[in-house]
C-alpha cells in the first residue's frame, strides 16, 4: 500500500515536472521568425510575394542547419493593408507569439503605426520597402532606399541628357506619409536646382484610385508647354495598374513624358500588358533583369521553392534577402536572438548583395546601396538604363530639407545611441512630427 | 580675315559633304555599319543609326524598326547584331540585312542590343524620315507625325519633296504642318515665318500650342503680336475644349455610377431593402467575367475575341441567380426590419468577399482588355478613350433594357405596382413573394453587368465592390428611389460634378465636396429629386 503510493506519488510528480519542462524546452527547439505583410486588401498586389520569399528564405537557412543549432520557424499574420491592424498584428506576434525579430510592413502608413509597438516591447523590425527617410528608430533595420538612394539620383538621370534633359515636373502620388514626405523634398530639391515653381506641379489621390481619365489628361496639358515634361510617381498598390492603362490609352508615350516610379517593379506589372509602357522608368536597386551569378542563384532558387517559373523578383524581395542574411549573421555573432544585443552586432556587417556590391548595416540602421534605373519592357522585365558606380550610403535625414541639416542618427550603442542628432550642439533632439 | 574665309570654305564643304549622301542615290548598308549598333554605349549606338539612316538603304528600315522593339540581339562568340524570334526554348537567329537563317541560340549565347528613351525618339524619327515616300498610306501617316514632332530642319527637303507628291488631305495636312514648324525654327524670310504662324494656329490642338509658345521666345519682334494672337486664339479654343472634355469625363463617370447604383435603385425601391452586400454582386459580376474567360482560353481558344460579350449573359444569369439565392434564404425573414436587414446584408458581404479570397486568392485577377477598347480618338479638340465609350454605350442599352422589362413585361408592372402600395397589389392577386425574389435576382444581375463592365477599368480583385457600394448609395439617395429616371439624372449629375471639381481641387477633396453638397441637399428634399408621390408610398 504505502509503496504503491510511493510508486503513485513519484510518478505524478515526475510527471508535473515534466509537464513544466517540456514546453519550455519545446520553446527553445525552434526560433520563430515573425512575418508581417498584408495579404489581402489593396497593398496585397505587393506584399503577398515578399510573405513568399521569407518562407523560402527561411527554409533555405534551415537547409543549411537553421540558426543556433535551432529551426526556424515563419509565423505569417495577415493586416490586410489596414494600418492600425498592422500594430494589432505586430503586438500578437512579439507578445503572444515571442518572434525572436519581425520582417515585415510596406507602406509608411503600416511602419509608422507599428513603432510605438517596436517602441515598447523591444523587439527588431525589418523594413525592406524604399520609403521617403526622416526617421531612424533603434528597433528598425531600414533595408530598402533612403530619398538620396532612390528619388534624388532619379531625378538627377531625368535632369540630365541622358534621361531627356526634363524641365518640367509632375510629382503624381497616393494621398499618405511617403508621397507626400518625398515630393517635400523632391520640390526642394528641384527648387534648389533652379527648377521655378511654375514647372512643378503636384497632385495626391487615394488608395485603389480607379478613374484617372482627368488626371492623365492634366499630366498631357501640363507637358504641353514646349519644355521637356517627366512624372515622378509615387503612386502605390494597385491604383498604379489603372493609371498605366490609362496613360496607355491616352496615348502617353515614354519618349514624349517619362514616367519614372519609385513603387512599382516587376511584381505589380506582372498581371500587365506592358507593350504600351515601354520606355517609362523605375528606380530601384535591384532589378531582376540584372545579370550575376548571385542574381542567378537567387532566382532559381526562388523559382524551385514556388515551384513556378513564371514568379518574378523585385527590389523588395532584394531587400528582405538583405536583412534577413544580415539578422542571421548578427544573431550568430551575437550568439543569441536578444534583440540589444542583435543589435549592437549588427551596426557595421556586411553582407553581398544581388547586383554584384556588398550591403553594410550603417550606424544610422540604414544600408549601403547601389542605384539603378530602368526603363519597362514589352514582357514586363526592366532594362538597366543608368546606374551608380558604387554603392551609396542611405542617409536617414536627407540634406535637401533646411531643418535637416547637420543631423544625423547613430545608433552604434543600442542603449545609448540618437536618432535625430543635431551634430553642431551635440545633443540628442526629437524629430519634428511630419 | 583669311582663317575666317578658310573656315567658311571648309564649313562649305562640310555641308555639301552631308548633303550630298542624302542627294545621292542609295548607297548599301554593310554588316560592318548593322554590327556597330551592338557595340558602346548609347552614344555610340545614337552614331550608328545615324550612319544607317545616311546610307538611304531602305532595309535599314525593319533594322531600325527591330532594334526600337528590342528585337536585335548581339552573338557573343562574334559580335554579330542579329534579329533574334523566340522558337522552343531559345531563339532563331535571322541575319537583319539579307534574312538569311543564322540557326537556332539559346538565350546565354545572346545578348539583347539595348536602347533608352533617347534613342527610342531619335530612332522614331530616323524611321518616320525614311519611310515618308512609302507607298503605304499608315506608314506614311506615322512618318509625317514623327516628322511634326521631331521637326527637325535638315528633313525640310525631304519634306517638300513628299509634299509634292502626296494627294491625300489628311496627310498633306500633317506635312503642311509639319514644313510650317520648320520653317519657324529656321532662318526663313519673314513672310514665310507669317504664312507658317496662320497655319500653325489654324491647327488649333495643343501640339500647335507648344509650337508657338517655343516660337515665341525666338522670331524676330516684327512677328511677335501675330504669335501671341495666335497663342491668345488657341488658349481660348483650349479652354473651351477643356470644358466639353469634363463634360465628357464626368458623363463616362456617371454611366459607370449607374451601372452600379441602378440595380440597388430596384432593390431599395421595390422592397424597400438596404443591401450592403450590393458591392459584392458588382465584384461577383466582375469575377464571373474572369472565369468565362479563363475557360475560353482553355476549351476554346477561337473564341478568345467574345469572351466579353459572352460574360454579359453569363455574369448576368450568374449574379442574378446568386441574388434569388440570398433572398430566398436572408432577406425574406427580414422584411420590415431594416436595421436587421442592413446588419445581415453587411455580414453577408464580408462572406462573400472572404469566400473569393479564399477561392481566387487574395491577389488581383487580370482580365485581357480586347482591341477594340484600347486608345483613344479625336473628335475635333476631345479625345476620347475606347474603353470609356463603350461602358457609357453598354450603360444606356442597359438602362433602356431595364425600363423596357419595367414598363412593358408582365413582371415589370408586378414590380412597379408592388413598389407603390404591397398590400393593394397582393390583394389583387399579385404573389408578392415571386415578385421579391425576381426584383432581388434582376437589381444583382445588373450589378453583375456593371461588374463586367468594371473589369476594363479597374482591377478585379475581392475588395472591387467595396469601392462602389458608398457611391452607389449615394446615387441612389440623391436621386430618389422607385424612378429609374432619377437614377440616371443623379448618376450624371454626381458624375458630371466630380470631374469638374476634380481638375481644380483634386480627386480627395472633390469627393469630400460632393458628398457634403449631398448631405445639404437632402437636408431640403430628403426623398431625393425624383421621389415617388403617393399616399401609400409613405410606409
Not at chain 1, 95 to 119: E, H, Q
Not at chain 1, 404 to 409: L, M, N, V, W
Request: net charge negative; hydrophobic share 45%.
Amino acid at each position: 500500500m504505502t509503496v504503491h503510493r510511493v510508486v503513485t506519488g513519484l510518478t505524478l510528480g515526475a510527471m508535473m515536472t515534466m509537464g513544466a519542462i517540456a514546453p519550455v524546452l519545446a520553446a527553445d527547439d525552434t526560433i520563430k521568425v515573425g512575418v508581417l505583410h498584408s495579404l489581402s486588401g489593396t497593398m496585397a498586389i505587393s506584399e503577398t510575394t515578399l510573405k513568399d520569399t521569407m518562407l523560402y528564405l527561411i527554409d533555405e537557412q534551415n537547409k543549411k542547419g537553421g540558426l543556433l543549432g535551432k529551426k526556424l520557424e515563419p509565423v505569417v499574420v495577415d493586416p490586410a493593408s489596414d494600418w492600425p491592424t498592422f500594430a494589432e498584428k505586430a503586438r500578437e506576434l512579439i507578445s503572444v507569439d515571442k518572434v525572436a525579430a519581425v520582417f515585415g510592413c510596406w507602406t509608411s502608413s503600416s511602419r509608422k503605426s507599428v513603432l510605438p509597438v517596436f517602441k515598447e516591447l523591444n523587439s527588431i523590425l525589418f523594413y525592406p520597402v524604399q520609403y521617403e527617410g526622416e526617421e531612424s528608430e533603434k528597433n528598425v533595420i531600414y533595408t530598402g532606399a533612403a530619398p538620396n538612394q532612390q528619388a534624388i539620383p532619379a531625378v538627377d538621370y531625368l535632369m540630365s541628357d541622358d534621361g531627356g534633359a526634363v524641365k518640367r515636373w509632375v510629382l503624381e502620388g497616393t494621398d499618405y506619409v511617403y508621397p507626400r514626405t518625398t515630393n517635400k523634398i523632391l520640390e526642394q530639391y528641384l527648387l534648389d536646382k533652379g527648377v521655378s515653381k511654375d514647372d512643378i506641379l503636384i497632385n495626391y489621390t487615394p488608395f485603389g484610385f480607379a478613374d484617372w481619365q482627368t488626371e492623365v489628361a492634366k499630366v498631357k496639358e501640363f507637358g504641353s508647354a514646349g519644355k521637356k515634361t517627366a512624372v515622378v510617381s509615387t503612386i502605390n498598390g494597385d491604383a498604379n495598374v489603372p493609371f498605366y492603362k490609362e496613360l496607355a490609352n491616352q496615348g502617353v508615350k515614354a519618349e514624349d513624358i517619362p514616367v519614372v516610379a519609385f513603387s512599382v517593379g516587376e511584381e505589380e506589372l506582372s498581371g500587365m500588358d506592358t507593350t504600351n509602357l515601354v520606355g517609362h522608368l523605375a528606380a530601384w536597386n535591384y532589378f531582376e533583369s540584372v545579370d550575376t551569378p548571385e542574381n542567378k542563384t537567387f532566382i532559381d532558387g526562388w523559382h524551385a521553392f514556388i515551384k513556378n517559373d513564371k514568379r518574378t523578383t523585385n527590389d523588395p524581395m532584394e531587400a528582405a534577402y538583405l536583412g534577413f542574411n544580415l539578422w542571421v549573421k548578427a544573431v550568430e555573432k551575437a550568439g543569441t536572438t536578444d534583440t540589444d544585443a542583435v543589435l549592437k552586432a549588427i551596426v557595421g556587417l556586411s553582407v553581398p548583395n544581388l547586383t554584384g556590391g556588398t550591403a553594410t548595416v550603417l550606424p544610422n540602421h540604414h544600408l549601403t546601396k547601389p542605384v539603378l534605373i530602368g526603363e519597362v519592357q514589352a514582357d514586363g522585365q526592366f532594362d538597366v538604363v543608368w546606374k551608380t558606380p558604387d554603392v551609396v550610403p542611405g542617409d536617414a535625414w536627407s540634406d535637401v530639407l533646411p531643418e535637416d541639416k547637420g543631423i544625423e542618427a547613430d545608433w552604434t550603442d543600442p542603449l545609448t545611441g540618437c536618432g535625430h542628432m543635431d551634430t553642431a550642439t551635440k545633443t540628442c533632439t526629437t524629430a519634428p512630427s511630419p | 580675315m583669311a582663317t575666317r574665309l578658310l573656315r567658311l570654305t571648309v564649313l562649305l564643304i562640310a555641308s555639301l559633304l552631308v548633303a550630298v549622301p542624302v542627294a545621292m542615290a542609295q548607297s548599301q548598308a554593310t554588316p560592318a555599319l548593322v554590327d556597330a549598333l551592338g557595340q558602346g554605349g548609347f552614344p555610340q549606338r545614337e552614331a550608328a543609326v545615324a550612319a544607317l539612316v545616311a546610307t538611304t538603304d531602305q532595309r535599314v528600315v525593319p533594322i531600325l524598326e527591330a532594334l526600337s522593339d528590342g528585337d536585335l540581339y548581339t552573338r557573343k562568340s562574334d559580335g554579330k547584331v542579329v534579329l533574334a524570334a523566340k522558337a522552343g526554348g531559345g531563339f532563331a537567329l535571322t541575319d537583319p540585312l539579307d534574312q538569311s537563317g543564322l540557326g537556332t541560340a539559346s538565350p546565354s549565347d545572346i545578348d539583347k542590343v539595348k536602347i533608352n528613351n533617347g534613342l527610342r525618339g531619335k530612332l522614331r524619327t530616323a524611321i518616320g524620315q525614311m519611310t515618308l515616300l512609302s507607298t503605304d498610306r499608315a506608314v506614311r501617316l506615322s512618318a509625317a507625325q514623327s516628322v511634326l514632332k521631331a521637326a527637325d530642319p535638315s528633313t525640310l527637303k525631304l519634306l517638300q519633296a513628299a509634299l509634292a507628291a502626296e494627294n491625300d488631305p489628311q496627310l498633306k495636312n500633317v506635312m503642311e504642318l509639319a514644313e510650317a514648324v520648320i520653317v519657324l525654327k529656321t532662318d526663313s524670310p519673314l513672310a514665310a515665318k507669317r504664312a507658317a504662324i496662320q497655319t500653325v494656329a489654324g491647327h488649333g490642338d495643343r501640339d500647335a500650342l507648344t509650337v508657338l509658345t517655343a516660337a515665341l521666345a525666338t522670331v524676330p519682334v516684327e512677328l511677335k503680336p501675330d504669335v501671341q494672337a495666335g497663342i491668345d486664339g488657341i488658349n481660348n479654343q483650349l479652354q473651351l475644349w477643356g470644358l466639353a472634355q469634363n463634360l465628357v469625363y464626368g458623363l463616362s463617370l456617371g454611366s459607370v455610377l449607374l451601372l452600379a447604383a441602378i440595380g440597388l435603385a430596384i432593390t431599395f425601391g421595390v422592397m424597400g431593402v438596404i443591401n450592403m452586400a450590393h458591392g459584392e454582386m458588382v465584384m461577383l459580376g466582375a469575377y464571373a467575367t474572369f472565369v468565362v474567360q479563363q475557360l475560353i482560353q482553355g476549351y476554346l481558344p477561337d473564341l478568345s475575341d467574345w469572351s466579353l460579350m459572352i460574360s454579359i449573359p453569363a455574369a448576368f444569369l450568374f449574379t442574378g441567380l446568386v441574388g434569388i439565392v440570398i433572398e430566398r434564404s436572408i432577406i425574406r425573414w427580414l422584411y420590415g426590419r431594416p436595421l436587421e436587414t442592413l446588419l445581415a446584408t453587411w455580414g453577408l458581404s464580408l462572406i462573400l468577399q472572404q469566400a473569393v479570397r479564399s477561392f481566387f486568392g487574395p491577389t488581383n485577377r487580370p482580365v485581357l482588355i480586347p482591341d477594340w477598347m484600347t486608345g483613344q480618338f479625336s473628335l475635333g479638340g476631345l479625345d476620347i478613350t475606347w474603353n470609356r465609350l463603350w461602358i457609357v454605350v453598354f450603360a444606356i442599352l442597359v438602362f433602356a433594357a431595364l425600363q423596357l422589362v419595367l414598363n412593358r413585361t408582365p413582371l415589370g408592372l408586378q414590380m412597379r405596382a408592388v413598389t407603390q402600395n404591397r398590400r393593394m397589389a397582393s390583394s389583387m392577386g399579385i404573389r408578392t413573394p415571386f415578385v421579391d425574389a425576381m426584383t432581388f435576382g434582376l437589381g444583382s444581375g445588373v450589378a453583375g453587368l456593371a461588374g463586367v463592365a468594371l473589369t476594363q477599368i479597374d482591377n478585379v480583385s475581392p475588395n472591387l465592390g467595396q469601392g462602389y457600394i458608398i457611391d452607389s448609395f449615394m446615387v441612389v439617395v440623391f436621386g430618389g428611389v422607385g424612378n429609374l429616371w432619377g437614377t440616371l439624372i443623379g448618376a450624371l449629375s454626381i458624375g458630371v460634378a466630380n470631374k469638374f471639381l476634380e481638375p481644380y481641387v483634386g480627386a480627395v477633396l472633390g469627393k469630400i465636396i460632393i458628398l457634403v453638397l449631398i448631405i445639404l441637399f437632402i437636408q431640403r428634399r430628403p426623398r431625393g429629386m425624383f421621389a415617388l408621390k403617393g399616399r401609400a408610398v409613405e410606409q
